[in-house]
């Protein structure tokens, strides 16, 4: 059980143009979403919190207008990268935690690269 | 914020031998613990937790000790195997927002 998806597992796009990103919770409702960027060989590093039917809380130094997050569902929530540049490539992965617990699982996360 | 100290960066350790990973805390509210193993290009899978209300928890040859005092937790991996060579990661959160604080990660080399 605690399943999450993540599609697509990788993706390469134009500078300048938009990627969304999604992120199932398979066999659980999810009150809450997070997504991570993480360098190689580095930690990860917290982007924002998603909470369904409600506004993505950003951490600090992360664009909300360039990182788009919506959480449509107590199953879906997605990133979209708007107006992506090369600095935006990092391999980018959502959890979820379920409602009936504290634990969070990781989805298996997408490499995205911008030429 | 909290901010999570995490050491050694690598640990070599011959297969059998014990490895152990030390977490410290800043943030003196923080009450669950978790750890999480990645291996290369995969996702970060939990491996153990443990909640402040408890000192030690143990999962066959895994097991984590907190010291709510000294604001630090470790985990123990005992009989090491070849199969536990990965990047470890500790983490710090409370109740009420389920945000979670990551250490860089231990990269763990288990020797045959």
């Known amino acids: 059980g605690a399943v999450v998806s993540q599609h697509p597992s990788w993706v390469i796009c134009k500078s300048g143009t938009s990627v969304k990103i999604e992120c199932r919770s398979l066999d659980f409702q999810a009150t809450t979403m997070f997504w991570y960027r993480q360098f190689p060989k580095q930690s990860l590093m917290l982007m924002a919190t998603?909470?369904?039917?409600?506004?993505?809380?950003?951490e600090q130094g992360v664009e909300k207008d360039k990182f788009l997050i919506n959480h449509a569902s107590l199953t879906l929530s997605t990133l979209t990268v708007t107006s992506a540049h090369p600095e935006d490539s990092s391999f980018y992965i959502c959890s979820a935690s379920p409602e009936w617990a504290y634990e969070q699982y990781f989805g298996p996360g997408t490499r995205l690269t911008v030429t | 914020g909290e901010n999570v100290e995490q050491h050694p960066s690598t640990l070599s350790v011959q297969e059998g031998d014990s490895a152990v990973i030390k977490c410290t805390y800043s943030?003196?509210?923080?009450?669950?613990f978790p750890w999480y193993k990645q291996e290369l290009g995969k996702r970060p899978q939990l491996i153990i937790d443990?909640?402040?209300?408890?000192g030690e928890k143990k999962d066959q040859r895994i097991a984590v000790t907190l010291n709510k005092t000294a604001k630090h937790f470790s985990l123990h991996i005992t009989e090491t195997q070849p199969e536990d060579s990965a990047v470890y990661f500790c983490a710090a959160g409370y109740y009420g927002n389920n945000r979670l604080a990551f250490g860089k990660g231990n990269q763990v080399v288990v020797i045959p």
């Open positions: 943030d003196s509210a923080s009450n669950y």
């Open positions: 998603s909470n369904e039917g409600s506004k993505a809380t950003y």
């Open positions: 443990i909640r402040s209300n408890v």
